[in-house]
């Protein structure tokens, strides 16, 4: 999903709960969970990959995770997963579902949503490790009906920080920011706790790639550790 926060379409939401949806705060209802942060008020981050396996960046990627020695949780889609099953190695990591289409949710009932989302883990190698069971919607487009399916299996994960809009809204107009300026873009933003969402399946993956090893050496520099869902028994 590419990032302009949590949103839940709103059919079938009270109005009491509406206000909670909108900010994108850690969102604990009992009706439908969306956790948009850790669990944590140390400084701890997860970093969060959306839209691979891609040929082009994910290998990079994890190259870098490795060097670094991080975990981090992969969004797939299922169509991807088909396409280049075998190709990646995520072990030491957290894969977490994406849909098998990767389309947007916002025309589609509940049910269609879920259907693509069993789909999507479908095509997930069952050696891949996926426990906690993970899911996060296309463009974060999700029915608060899909969003009570993935909590009885899992957790619903979405983002408070997200780095393609932090480069996008930042750059000059038809431009792209130089390295150090969106590493530095993305860097002060973070707080303790906050769920980063960075994509190795989208055309930014080619400014990820290059920005990733110094956004992470400069969060540890900061202090950061980095977790995914899976540390956290609360989320399991
Ligand atoms: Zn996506």
């Given at each position: 999903m590419r990032g302009r926060g949590n949103r839940v379409l709103?059919?079938?939401?009270?109005a009491a709960t509406l206000a909670a949806v909108l900010v994108g705060a850690p969102w604990l209802d009992a009706r439908a969970r969306i956790v948009?942060?850790?669990?944590?008020?140390?400084?701890v981050v997860a970093l969060t990959f959306d839209d691979g396996p891609d040929p082009r960046y994910t290998p990079a990627v994890l190259e870098v995770l490795r060097d670094e020695g991080v975990a981090a949780t992969f969004f797939v889609t299922g169509a991807r997963v088909a396409a280049c099953?075998?190709?990646v190695d995520y072990r030491g990591h957290l894969v977490g579902f994406?849909?098998?289409?990767?389309?947007?949710?916002?025309?589609?009932?509940a049910r269609a949503q879920i259907a693509d989302f069993e789909r999507g883990e479908e095509a997930v190698p069952a050696t891949w490790p996926t426990h906690p069971r993970c899911y996060r919607s296309p463009f974060g487009h999700v029915r608060p009906a899909t969003v009570r399916w993935a909590d009885r299996r899992g957790v619903y994960l979405g983002w408070s920080v997200c780095y393609d809009a932090l480069i996008r809204d930042s750059a000059p107009k038809g431009g792209v920011l130089p390295h150090r300026e969106r590493v530095a873009a993305l860097v002060s933003r973070v707080s303790p706790g906050d769920i980063i969402l960075l994509h190795?399946?989208?055309?930014?993956g080619r400014y990820l790639v290059e920005d990733l090893p110094a956004i992470i050496r400069e969060l540890k520099r900061r202090g950061y550790r980095f977790a995914t869902p899976a540390d956290f028994p609360e989320l399991r």
């Amino acid at each position: 999903m590419r990032g302009r926060g949590n949103r839940v379409l709103l059919l079938g939401i009270g109005a009491a709960t509406l206000a909670a949806v909108l900010v994108g705060a850690p969102w604990l209802d009992a009706r439908a969970r969306i956790v948009s942060r850790l669990p944590t008020t140390e400084r701890v981050v997860a970093l969060t990959f959306d839209d691979g396996p891609d040929p082009r960046y994910t290998p990079a990627v994890l190259e870098v995770l490795r060097d670094e020695g991080v975990a981090a949780t992969f969004f797939v889609t299922g169509a991807r997963v088909a396409a280049c099953a075998g190709a990646v190695d995520y072990r030491g990591h957290l894969v977490g579902f994406h849909t098998y289409s990767h389309r947007d949710g916002r025309g589609s009932r509940a049910r269609a949503q879920i259907a693509d989302f069993e789909r999507g883990e479908e095509a997930v190698p069952a050696t891949w490790p996926t426990h906690p069971r993970c899911y996060r919607s296309p463009f974060g487009h999700v029915r608060p009906a899909t969003v009570r399916w993935a909590d009885r299996r899992g957790v619903y994960l979405g983002w408070s920080v997200c780095y393609d809009a932090l480069i996008r809204d930042s750059a000059p107009k038809g431009g792209v920011l130089p390295h150090r300026e969106r590493v530095a873009a993305l860097v002060s933003r973070v707080s303790p706790g906050d769920i980063i969402l960075l994509h190795d399946g989208n055309a930014n993956g080619r400014y990820l790639v290059e920005d990733l090893p110094a956004i992470i050496r400069e969060l540890k520099r900061r202090g950061y550790r980095f977790a995914t869902p899976a540390d956290f028994p609360e989320l399991r």
